[in-house]
């Protein structure tokens, strides 16, 4: 089509398509590659002229491909492909709470890290004297959405505390909420009637220059949820960089993000067997536990679980994602 680009945001989905579907074909492609090589491997070792040691590479090599696709086929959905919005709360308890919201802080970036996404701080509210009481972290890449969806929940840590004079084990609670980071495809309306700015002084370290101008923004909305008349006011700040411009325009793509969530939660709501496996976030219901004693991570919904306490901390969660994705995202698919 000559005029395909005199239309960027249709060209721009429709690329994003084209893009989708060679995934797709590399990862089948991948995986041929890697069977037909374990083919291959497995009559060379019974000509003698590799080793078994080295057919398992092999084999370990094509279960791993395979599997990748597999979980990438679990991933139906539209928001499932969006990039995320992160954001972490510390739960009551003070400094140990705080601490265990900074210590999931760094376990989420790690694992962004392995997985090759680009990730950027939204806000960070500093704890009192260690950790911290809240970030919001903005995660770019494929599928970001589609695999932290399994996050989703209230995290527990069981230790002994290192703030705690009398060594006594203490249990201390973190929330995680992933919502859909959407963009410029996606259409989202925000009435400006209902928004209201105020700027402040960014906080924290960061230079001579950071508490004399106030680049940090405050968005609030006032929302009325068109399904039950139910209002709250969203609140919103964004710190990211020291362009005032760019933390509203920062500010405003979450605002969008919450708000297509929100419209996205009322649509999973409607599906009953969706609602039998999602558990709603309160300090009642945690989805997982890491008991650093007893060496134990467990994921309560799938019992998945592991003793390798420090490099689950470290960012390896692909074993707690595939056992949920597993579980519960081929439900979510069947509408």
Known sequence: ??????????AQAQMKKVKDLQKWIDGYDEVEKAVDELSVGFDFVKEGLIEESELDTLYSDAITKIEALELRNMLRREEDQMDAVLKINAGA?????QDWASMLMRMYLRWCERQGYKT???NLLEGDEAGIKSCTINVEGDMAYGYLKSENGVHRLVRVSPYNAQGKRMTSFASVFVTPLVDDTIEVKVDPALM?????????????NVNKVESGVRLRYQYTDPYTGEKEEILIENTETRD??????????QLRSILYDKELQHRLQEQAKVEAGKMKIEWGSQIRSYVFDDRRVKDHRTNFQTSDVNGVMDGD???FIKAYLMEFASTESDD
């Open 120 to 122: 950027s701080i939204a």
């Open 93 to 97: 308890g003070g400094t140990e709470a």
């Open 317 to 319: 969660l692909d074993g």
């Open 244 to 253: 005032q411009p760019k933390n509203k325009e920062n500010a405003l793509r």
């Open 1 to 10: 089509m000559p005029d395909f680009w005199e239309h960027p945001a249709q």
């Open 196 to 208: 209201s700015w105020d700027t402040f002084r960014s906080g924290g370290a960061g230079g001579q």
